[in-house]
């Protein structure tokens, strides 16, 4: 019998796991997703049932935030233009900002992916190239650390110069 006390994880062992799981996250979540990771994949990232849930939770919640922390836009602004186009249209909604370059070296955290939804659910690539990684419905310590992680990160971000030109 599972112990409530434990946080449940569901493992993710590749694309269609974690699109699965993505979504799952976006359909609960109420009120802010802040999303970290080193590289786009845009099987996931430009999927179109993720961009249509994206747009679907902001059209059904105006104040709904998403806060992405990607990498420079030049690595996969053209893998991704999905993404950039909803991005242009929901500029209130989504915010996106690139971390500085010199954090990257110092966390070995920062290899890996992950995303937290209002502060109770978790999903966490600990491969973002193969979405490799696990899914916590559930608050847990990981997810506060990391959740701490991006906050640190977020404050030192900055908007990515090639998407400013676009007025994102």
């Given amino acids: 019998m599972a112990n409530p006390d434990e946080p449940s994880l569901i493992p993710l062992a590749g694309l269609d796991d974690g699109r699965r799981a993505f979504l799952e996250l976006l359909d ?16 996931l990232y430009n999927d179109v049932d993720v961009l249509a849930a994206i747009r679907n939770r902001v059209v059904s919640q105006p104040k709904i935030r998403f806060h992405l922390l990607l990498p420079p836009a030049r690595e996969w602004r ?26 990257a070296p110092d966390r070995p955290e920062l290899g890996q992916a992950f995303a937290i939804a209002d502060e109770r659910a978790l999903l966490r690539f600990s491969d973002p190239r193969r ?9 847990s310590e990981r ?3 990391l959740r701490e992680l991006f906050r640190a990160l977020w404050e030192r971000a900055q908007p990515d110069p090639d998407l400013r030109r676009l007025g994102i």
């Fill in 78 to 103: 053209s893998d991704c233009p999905g993404l950039v186009r909803l991005t242009e249209r929901l500029t209130t909604a989504l915010i996106l900002r690139t971390p500085t370059r010199e954090e």
């Fill in 143 to 145: 997810m506060k650390e």
């Fill in 28 to 43: 609960g979540m109420r009120r802010t997703l802040h999303l970290y990771t080193p590289l786009m994949r845009p099987e």
């Fill in 131 to 139: 979405l490799v990684g696990g899914y916590e419905p559930q608050p």
